[in-house]
């Protein structure tokens, strides 16, 4: 699933090449990929509509149009790659925003498991989904303090806490397994349980292991592509993140992969010791 740094780097791309343009028609393949007003209503609003900006609030795109906001989530396999409109269609595109100087946006996706939906202009940031999250994960928005407390209140493991985008938005199963590596914090800690020293070191680590992600272009694993056809560089980076077996690179201990909340997670046995339970 691409996460913060890859849909920052899915941002930056579509950036520099559609800003500006200005839409000419809409061709949805696949309706549900469209989450509201329906896909015949969607496609009608957007004719003439010149795309102004681009932004992101934690794994969400927000198209910012003269008139609406559209906001993409591209959930687990989600892309978005620019066309003239003779290139041929590949059998995953699913909606294609045609441009009136010829050229094309399409966004593809295996699994079909993306949405969009139109809202008026300057809500997109009020999207029921948008308005859950946390802050995002940079010094600036993202203050200790405010992590520290919210920690207290939760007895669950400090993984799936991370994982579920209010505390701080944009970690996924990637970037939690290295910023807890980093930090050395066992992934089925009680969130609660964490001493201050802890847990500003988990604090600097989610914003350390995301910045330095988001300046190498995201991590490919699977079938991740920035805007420009780009895969990311981070993978050559990832210290415990499908490292299962190898050395870890603090200690030599071999890491191990084990299944939390329904994840697979990747540790380090000795750096990430799970302290204080029966």
């Given amino acids: 699933m691409p996460e913060l740094p890859e849909v920052e780097t899915?941002?930056?791309g579509l950036e520099t090449l559609v800003v500006g343009k200005t839409i000419k028609d809409v061709t949805i393949l696949w309706a549900r990929i469209i989450e509201a007003p329906d896909a015949e209503l969607f496609a009608l609003k957007l004719v003439g509509q010149r795309l102004e900006k681009m932004e992101r609030r934690g794994k969400y795109l927000i198209f910012k149009f003269t008139d609406y906001?559209?906001?993409?989530?591209?959930?687990?396999?989600?892309?978005?790659?620019?066309?003239?409109?003779?290139?041929?269609?590949d059998k995953h595109t699913h909606v294609i925003f045609k441009f009136t100087d010829g050229t094309e946006l399409r966004y593809l996706d295996v699994r079909k498991?993306?949405?969009m939906v139109l809202v008026e202009k300057d809500q997109g940031k009020n999207y029921k989904g948008i308005l859950t999250l946390g802050p995002e994960p940079v010094a600036t928005e993202f203050k200790l303090g405010a992590f520290r407390d919210g920690l207290k209140k939760h007895h669950k493991a400090i993984k799936p806490l991370l994982l579920d985008?209010?505390?701080?938005?944009?970690?996924?199963?990637i970037y939690v397994d290295e910023a807890l590596w980093e930090a050395k914090i066992h992934p089925e800690q009680p969130a609660d349980s964490l001493k201050s020293k802890e847990t500003e070191r988990l604090y600097h680590a989610i914003i350390d292991v995301l910045g330095r992600a988001v300046e190498a272009g995201g991590t490919t694993i699977?079938?991740?592509?920035?805007?420009?056809?780009?895969?990311?560089?981070?993978?050559?980076?990832?210290?415990?993140?499908g490292q299962t077996n190898q050395p870890c690179p603090r200690c030599g201990t071999p890491i191990k992969k084990i299944k939390v909340a329904q994840r697979g997670t990747h540790f380090c046995p000795k750096c990430q010791k799970l302290k204080g339970m029966s």
């Fill in 10 to 12: 899915v941002r930056k």
């Fill in 69 to 89: 906001d559209m906001i993409s989530h591209l959930r687990m396999e989600g892309k978005y790659e620019t066309h003239s409109t003779d290139d041929k269609r």
């Fill in 113 to 115: 498991f993306g949405r």
């Fill in 165 to 173: 985008q209010r505390l701080v938005t944009g970690l996924g199963n």
């Fill in 222 to 241: 699977r079938s991740y592509l920035n805007a420009l056809g780009e895969a990311g560089t981070f993978q050559i980076s990832l210290n415990v993140y």
